[in-house]
Structure formats: structure tokens, C-alpha cells
């Protein structure tokens, strides 16, 4: 082969390694600031795709690191599944996860919990026998509800989704996402304890982000299926239902981490529950607005955000 | 010397609706046997089944039939103008309906326009547009230009050149075009679940998202088989339609 071409090649394979090397959504911490308890933990914090899980794993990959370990934050997988499947295959030293999501999804039971402390408490035990353990559980819920846009809910004069059921059957309208339209603690279980009775023709199903613009432009439907901590309710003028009939599942957040690794360092918990106990529904919908509404780094805002509660 | 080409014997036509019959039946078989949790059985029951695959046929089929009504003719009038340019701008448009991914298009249309069924047909136009197109150009284009001189030289308006020579002999080619925008259109319809338009890709997507292998696989064998049956349908059409001797 020509000098030439196979110094070319050599130059393109040569980029191509620095360039990957660059690339990459990690991040290491800076230092052990605050102490040395959990000097040793060594190995990646992972995270879902959206907003939230990423502002999670950083802020978690700081905090530890900060009080000695040397982890890394990896924000790369896609999809619940495949992060708790790399966390089983010791891939991840742990992740955020949710308790209603582990109980339903990952331990396949159909009926949740309606109170907070026993369904964190049911699934810390489900998933320990599996050498999962569950530490750190914060105030937010990220549960499934509706919103409406303001101005329509102050004209039907609806706060509570106990009122939905009395309104005309054309104000009846639902936008609703596939995984909520089969569960058991979705569409047939809220509409039949609420007694919607909307028709069908009445209920949309669109992907999660198209529910949240449809909602606000009212054409396809008032009511739309969300996340409590999302923070595009807020930015788009959104109004939340409360569950008066606590229908819903509990989505609380907690650290999801190996069995060995907590065994190996007990003060993974101590550590985090500082963070914990401050993540209420209200600080994460702020923090998501953050990153979702703003278009602020999630790595920045967590530093931000660590730094400004005197954490690190 | 003509060559005489075999008609394919009536047995082979039966070989692929009773092989995409026999994995549906084993697949339904395997469903029966499993223990459904209340979530797999809102979707593994004959009405959803259905009322999803109704909604994917109607969709696949009305799109192919659009795109044929709209790609036959833009292509044959891109062949008459036979400008270059003319040529170049309609194959592009053409490849930006493909390359842009269909799940993209579908979306931003759904929050830009309305969703529904009438959006997820628009997308699906788009995407399928350009293998119709361009097979029908190429096939028109690779016609003898002796065959036509000659036709023209019997007295034959170009009107009649068109109908009578130029399309009977491009057919094999555009109705391979049209076979597979059927087969795409098929497989691109499970996009429909996006935007509330229906779908055996509401059954995919509901199985991949709630880590139910069973609904998932089901939806997706019967979106293989529907592309498997609607291909072999179109080749007994294919072979009907197309002018002896060729």
C-alpha cells in the first residue's frame, strides 16, 4: 500500500480513538472534600434516559465522590429494562430507581402498595433476595397523573380527578402513552375507580412527549397522562389533579446499589441520606425544569445544586 | 431463438401462505399454553388482535395504493418532461421522504398538524414514495429506444406509445417498486402507535416497555407474517399482471 494511503489511515484510526475517548456523557468527581469513609468504591453510577435519572446520577456520583470514592457517572442506556439488567450483571454499582417500577416491572407483581413505607419496605425485601438492596428513599413521588391546562381546569372547575367523572361526555378527553393504556395501575384501573366512563373514541394514545404538547394545546384532549416530577408541567402552563382516591401507584426514589457493594462500604447510605431527605417532588419538578425547559447540563446542575445545599 | 419462461407451478405459489400459517399456529399454540398475568391478557385476546391488525392492514394498504396513485404518474411526467433537472429534484424529494426517519416525521408532524390516522398516512406516503418512483423511472427509462422509434415510425401517438409499449414493458420493474413499498409500508406502520393512530405497533411497544416478551414477540410475528403474506400476494398479482413473453 502507498506510504501515503497508509499514513492517512493511521491518522483517521488514531483521531478516531481521541475522539471516542472524548466523547461520552461521564463525569468523575473532583475530590474527596468531605471526607474519606467511602475511599475503595470504585466503578460506574448508571441512569434511564430522561431528565431526572441523569440529574440523579450525577448528583449521587459528586456526593460519593466527594467523600472518597472515585466513581463515574453513565448516562448512557437506554430504557428501565436494560439499566437494571446492567446492574444485575454487576455492570453499574447502582442507579436510581423507583419503588413502584421494580415492583411492578422488575418483581412482575399486578398490585401495589398504597402506602409509602410498605411498598419501599416490600420491595427492598423482593429485590434483596435477587442482591439488590435499596437505600436512601426520598420524599419525591414520580407517579403517573393527569394534567390539564390551567385556564381549562379553572373553567371546569376541576382540581380533583374525582370531579372528571361528573363532567359532559365530550369534556371527557385523554391522552394517554401505551405502557399506562394495559397496566393494572394505569387506564383500566384509574378509569374504573374514578368511573370515568369516557367513550373510547375518547382516549388517545400518543408517545410520552407528545402528551405533554397535546395536552397544552387542548386539541386532542383536557387530560393528559404525566409525571408528577416533570419539569415541563410548570413551564407549559399545566395544572395537576390530586388523586383523591389514591389510586396510583407510589413511584418513590430511591438508590438501588449491588448487595456487595453495600456490604463492602456501609456508608453509602449515610452518605446519601442527606441528598435524599432534600429531593422533595417540588426540588426535582425545579431541578428537571432545569435541565428539560432551561437546556442546562444535568452534570452542571447537579454540581450547582450540591454545592448551593452546602453538600460538597 | 425465444426463451420460454416457465410459469411457476401452482404448488410453489402455496409454499409461503402455508409456511407464515404454520409459525402463527405454533406461536398461537405457545400463547395458549402460557399463564397469563393480567396485563398480557388486556392484549393476547382475539378482539385486541384484531382490531390492532384491521388498523395495520387498513393503514398499509390505503398508503401502498396512495403512493401508487401518486408516484406512477409523477414519474411517468418526470420520464415526458425529460428534463434533468426536472429528473434530479423529483428523485430528491423522493430520497428525503425515505432517509428522513419515519418515526421523526410522524411526530413532529403529530405536534405541528393533528394526530391520527390521516398524519401516520402522510408519513407513511412520504417514506414509501421513493422506491415506486424510482422504479417506475428506471423502468421507463431502460425501455428499447428502438422498441419506441418503432411505434412512433407505426403511427403511434406518444399517448399510445406510453400506454401500449413504454408501461407493459416497464412493469415487471415498477411492480417490483410497488411490491416493495407494500413490504416497507408494512414494517414503517408500527410507527402508527405514536400518534393514536392504532397498530400492531401498539403491541410492540406496549410489550418492549413493560418487559412482557410474550406480547411483544406476538406483535411482532404477526408484523412479519402480515409483510410476508401482503409480498406473496403481491407476486401472484405480479405475475398476473405482467404481459407473456416477459
Known amino acids: 500500500m502507498p506510504r501515503n494511503t497508509s499514513a492517512l489511515l493511521c491518522a483517521i484510526a488514531a483521531s478516531a480513538l481521541v475522539l471516542s475517548a472524548c466523547s461520552g456523557s461521564t463525569s468523575t468527581g473532583e475530590g474527596s472534600s468531605k471526607g474519606d469513609e467511602l475511599k475503595g468504591l470504585t466503578g460506574q453510577i448508571g441512569s434511564k434516559d430522561f431528565a431526572e435519572q441523569y440529574i440523579l446520577a450525577h448528583l449521587t456520583t459528586k456526593l460519593l465522590n466527594a467523600h472518597g470514592a472515585t466513581l463515574e457517572a453513565n448516562t448512557k442506556l437506554v430504557g428501565s429494562a436494560n439499566v437494571r439488567q446492567a446492574l444485575e450483571n454487576k455492570q453499574f454499582v447502582g442507579y436510581w430507581e423507583y419503588t413502584g417500577t421494580s415492583w411492578i416491572t422488575y418483581n412482575k407483581q399486578t398490585q401495589p402498595l398504597k402506602e409509602a413505607k410498605a411498598q419501599f419496605d416490600a420491595v427492598k425485601t423482593a429485590d434483596a433476595a435477587k442482591g439488590i438492596e435499596w437505600v436512601a428513599p426520598a420524599p419525591f413521588n414520580n407517579t403517573y397523573t393527569f394534567a390539564i391546562r390551567s385556564d381549562k381546569a379553572k373553567e371546569l372547575g376541576v382540581t380533583k380527578m374525582s370531579q372528571i367523572a361528573k363532567l359532559p361526555a365530550d369534556q371527557k378527553t385523554f391522552c394517554i402513552e401505551s405502557e399506562f393504556s394495559t397496566r393494572d395501575d394505569g387506564w383500566p384501573g384509574v378509569s374504573s375507580t374514578y368511573g370515568f366512563d369516557a367513550p373510547k373514541d375518547n382516549v388517545k394514545l400518543l408517545d410520552t412527549g407528545v402528551i405533554y404538547t397535546a395536552t397544552k394545546d387542548g386539541k386532542d384532549c383536557n387530560f393528559g397522562e404525566v409525571f408528577a416530577t416533570d419539569g415541563r408541567i410548570a413551564s407549559l402552563g399545566l395544572t395537576v389533579l390530586e388523586d383523591d382516591k389514591a389510586f396510583f401507584p407510589i413511584y418513590q426514589g430511591g438508590f438501588t446499589l449491588q448487595a456487595q457493594a453495600l456490604k463492602d462500604h456501609p456508608k453509602i447510605a449515610d452518605v446519601l441520606a442527606p441528598l435524599s431527605a432534600k429531593l422533595t417532588t417540588d426540588e426535582m419538578q425545579k431541578l428537571n425544569a432545569k435541565v428539560d425547559v432551561d437546556g442546562d447540563e444535568p452534570d452542571k446542575v447537579a454540581e450547582d445544586w450540591l454545592t448551593e445545599q452546602g453538600l460538597i | ?246
Open chain 2, 1 to 246: 431463438m425465444t426463451v420460454q419462461l416457465k410459469r411457476p407451478s401452482s404448488l410453489r405459489h402455496f409454499v409461503t401462505p402455508v409456511a407464515v400459517v404454520a409459525v402463527l399456529a405454533v406461536v398461537f399454540a405457545w400463547v395458549a399454553t402460557l399463564d397469563l398475568d393480567s396485563i398480557e391478557a388486556r392484549t393476547l385476546n382475539a378482539g385486541y388482535l384484531i382490531d390492532r391488525t384491521r388498523e395495520h392492514l387498513v393503514l398499509t394498504v390505503v398508503s401502498s395504493a396512495l403512493v401508487a396513485v401518486l408516484a406512477i404518474p409523477t414519474a411517468v411526467l418526470a420520464h415526458r418532461v425529460r428534463s434533468r433537472v426536472v429528473r434530479a429534484i423529483v428523485v430528491t424529494l423522493g430520497n428525503i421522504g425515505q432517509a428522513t426517519p419515519a418515526v421523526g416525521v410522524v411526530i413532529l408532524l403529530a405536534i405541528v398538524w393533528q394526530t391520527g390516522f390521516t398524519t401516520a398516512l402522510v408519513s407513511l406516503v412520504a417514506y414509501c414514495f421513493l422506491p415506486v418512483l424510482r422504479n417506475t423511472l428506471t423502468g421507463l427509462e431502460q425501455v428499447d429506444a428502438a422498441t419506441r422509434e418503432a411505434a412512433r415510425g407505426m403511427g403511434m401517438t406518444p399517448n399510445q406509445v406510453l400506454w401500449r409499449i413504454e408501461l407493459p414493458l416497464a412493469s415487471p420493474v415498477i411492480l417490483a417498486g410497488l411490491r416493495t413499498a407494500l413490504v416497507f409500508s408494512v414494517g414503517v406502520a408500527t410507527i402508527a402507535t405514536f400518534i393514536n393512530a392504532g397498530g400492531l405497533g401498539d403491541m410492540i411497544v406496549n410489550g418492549l416497555k413493560l418487559q412482557r416478551f410474550s406480547v411483544l414477540l406476538v406483535g411482532a410475528v404477526l408484523v412479519a407474517a402480515i409483510a410476508v403474506l401482503i409480498d406473496w400476494a403481491a407476486g401472484l398479482v405480479e405475475d398476473r399482471v405482467r404481459p407473456r413473453g416477459l
